[in-house]
T-cell receptor, first 115, second 111 residues
Framework: KAGVTQTPRYLIKTRGQQVTLSCSPI?????VSWYQQTPGQGLQFLFE???????NKGNFPGRFSGRQFSNSRSEMNVSTLELGDSALYLC??????????????FGEGSRLTVL | DAKTTQPTSMDCAEGRAANLPCNHS???????VYWYRQIHSQGPQYIIHGLKNNETNEMASLIITEDRKSSTLILPHATLRDTAVYYC????????????FGKGITLSVRP
């Protein structure tokens, strides 16, 4: 059974650009959550999608957005990139709504570097 | 969600049991205790969770005190591959709540 797949694994952008990251959850999983990990702030929750609807949102500016498609795949977008957006972005999927089970299955992450 | 307190780091010898403590003195009656770990450069991995009773699976055992104010994750026979950051998280189940990761405890397993 394939795990959570995130693409791209690594990318470099410059300030002011935008970026789109993709996440394919485990087959059958309908919930996708996104997290940002930085050395200073650790792992922080961005948002959660279930059945194509955003169900929960962390404390991030509106430059961070996401969506989920009918096949449960999800994308997150960061616009007007800042140096501080450099981080490992992790996607997690779960069988039901993530907040009800706690059993999240994480991907390997997309490492974004903003120059 | 209740806050957790974990030591910054600990080490243990390969083959020995690793006992990782976690304090969650303000835990509510409907909050579960979850453990995840993150091996360097990988995404976090779910280990185990519990509410009141002790739990065991193929990876680890979770011991929760009777007053639920603290818990211990036990890796019965630690290997070098268990070297990782271990996160103890408490959260409400059945509600819209997110996983709040603290700094975790860095476990170093030495040969």
């Amino acid at each position: 059974k394939a795990g959570v797949t995130q693409t791209p694994r690594y990318l470099i952008k410059t300030r002011g650009q935008q970026v789109t990251l993709s996440c394919s959850p485990i087959s059958g999983h309908r919930s996708v959550s996104w997290y940002q990990q930085t050395p200073g702030q650790g792992l922080q929750f961005l948002f959660e999608y279930f059945s194509e609807t955003q169900r929960n949102k962390g404390n991030f500016p509106g430059r961070f957005s996401g969506r989920q498609f009918s096949n449960s795949r999800s994308e997150m977008n960061v616009s007007t990139l800042e140096l501080g957006d450099s981080a490992l972005y992790l996607c997690a999927s779960s069988l039901r709504q993530a907040t009800n089970t706690g059993e999240l299955f994480f991907g390997e992450g997309s490492r974004l570097t903003v120059l | 969600d209740a806050k957790t307190t974990q030591p910054t780091s600990m080490d243990c010898a390969e083959g020995r049991a690793a006992n990782l403590p976690c304090n969650h003195s303000t835990i509510s009656g409907n909050e579960y205790v979850y453990w995840y770990r993150q091996i360097h450069s990988q995404g976090p991995q779910y280990i185990i969770h519990g509410l009141k009773n002790n739990e065991t699976n193929e990876m680890a055992s979770l011991i929760i005190t009777e007053d639920r104010k603290s818990s211990t994750l036990i890796l019965p026979h630690a290997t070098l591959r268990d070297t990782a950051v271990y996160y103890c998280i408490v959260r409400v189940a059945g509600a819209n709540s997110k996983l709040t990761f603290g700094k975790g405890i860095t476990l170093s397993v030495r040969p």
